[in-house]
């Protein structure tokens, strides 16, 4: 099992920029497929970015050429850099872990964006 710890979220002007990370808890991390996904009110849940255990990324069409996440397996660490916010970014992120099926998720950190 691998806990998940967000940070980074706030509230930002349209066109700034922020960066989120999370925290696994354990140093076999480096063997989980990892993604970013993000809910805002009233919407369902939405995959934004992964990034393998090899390190191969895939990305939502609404952030390809905004966000781009980044892996740090000697610090257990994923991060999301989001650049070029737009109010329709705001939501909450969620940080997801996977292995061999087994999905494990964060608590969650609030991006908002103001116009």
């Known amino acids: 099992q691998v806990q998940l710890v967000e940070s980074g979220g706030g509230l930002v002007q349209a066109g700034g920029s922020l960066r989120l990370s999370c925290a696994a808890s354990r140093s076999a991390f480096r063997l989980y497929n990892t993604g970013w996904y993000r809910q805002a009110p009233g919407k369902q849940r939405e995959l934004v970015a992964t990034?393998?255990?090899?390190?191969?990324?895939n990305y939502a069409d609404s952030v390809k050429g905004r966000f781009t996440t980044t892996r740090d397996n000697a610090k257990n660490m994923v991060y999301l850099q989001m650049n070029s916010l737009k109010p329709e970014d705001t939501a909450v992120y969620y940080c997801?872990?996977?292995?061999?099926?087994?999905?494990?998720w964060g608590q969650g950190t609030q991006v908002t964006v103001s116009s």
């Open positions: 997801n872990a996977d292995r061999f099926g087994f999905q494990y």
């Open positions: 990034i393998t255990s090899g390190g191969s990324t």
